[in-house]
């Protein structure tokens, strides 16, 4: 019998002897395969465990023929993984057998990486923003990724009152901040030849009148009056349609309206001059000693301004009392274009 333990590989002569017969006689070639080492590889990652192994001539179940195993119970080094972390990508075994990616950015700089970014290039819902609009207050990004703040309450009712003149349809307007191109109230194409009011309601502050022409010839026999629902006059171009394309008052004009305003002998006067004197109406919380400091402008007992200063009495009274505006015959009229 051969044994792999004593005897070595090769052609052997086997005699059987099985008397009374002739003893039998035949050549035996004997070739050895030489046992493997295979190496548990418990994390099947391909590599195998160097510290567990056994010899077997083919591969057994769970073994490997390498023991490369660099992190034990896990991937290799180099190999792709999951480090958990919802913000990285492209994650991958490192030499110290941590699972590692690369932040994957932050591209509209709001604190929220990419793939967890409900609104790419804006605000996460929640985060304060600005809507653009100077009408409105606690401006946050909602659900659906838009900017939307709370209006506030409009207080101040004017009225527009317009003369049209025969080719009505051309006439348009708007109200605008004055400080912003947003447009609060507008109109246009209405009927020729009539008188027409149209209401407002505006949030306290500072706003433009704009009143268009499309044929660019104006209200020919016509023109605008904006006041206030108690018939306080702000802009008064009644009768006076005459520009080209647009109309506006270079000043604008504030709500709510002051108390302040043009004596009787002052108001709706059409003939002063650079040198003319206009004269306001007493007010005791302006008045001043004349000659010192801002009242220079101003003789307390006549209420006369030179010409160079009459220009500037809106800018002044403002900063005097800054919820104020000066009455309508203070500002200077409306411009053409």
Known sequence: MYDPTT?????YL??????????????????????????ADADNDGAGDPNVSLMACAQPLGYVANDNDVCLGGPEPGQACNDGDPCTINDVVNGSCTCSGTFAGDSDND?????LDVCPGSPEPGMVCNDGNPFTTGDV??????CVGTPVPCTENVVLDLHTDNAGSETSWEIKDANSPFVVCSGNSYSSNSMISLNCCLVPGCYVLNVF???????????YVLRTVDGDRIIDNESDGQFTFQSSSPLGFCVPM???????????????????????????AVAGEFGVGINRMMDTSSGSMTPMVRTAVASIRAMLRPERVVHLALMPAPTSS
């Open 7 to 11: 005897m070595s590989p090769g052609s």
């Open 14 to 39: 086997y005699t059987v002897n099985a008397s009374p017969c002739a003893p039998a006689v035949a050549t035996v070639t004997v070739t050895e395969d030489p046992a493997t080492v295979w190496y």
């Open 111 to 115: 604190g929220t990486c990419d793939p």
């Open 141 to 146: 990004v909602n659900g659906a990724c838009a």
């Open 213 to 223: 022409d499309s044929f660019g010839d104006g209200m020919t026999t016509g023109g």
């Open 258 to 284: 002051g108390t302040d305003k043009l004596t009787v002998f002052t108001c709706d006067r059409e003939d002063l001059s650079a040198g003319s004197v206009i004269v306001a109406s007493a007010n005791p």
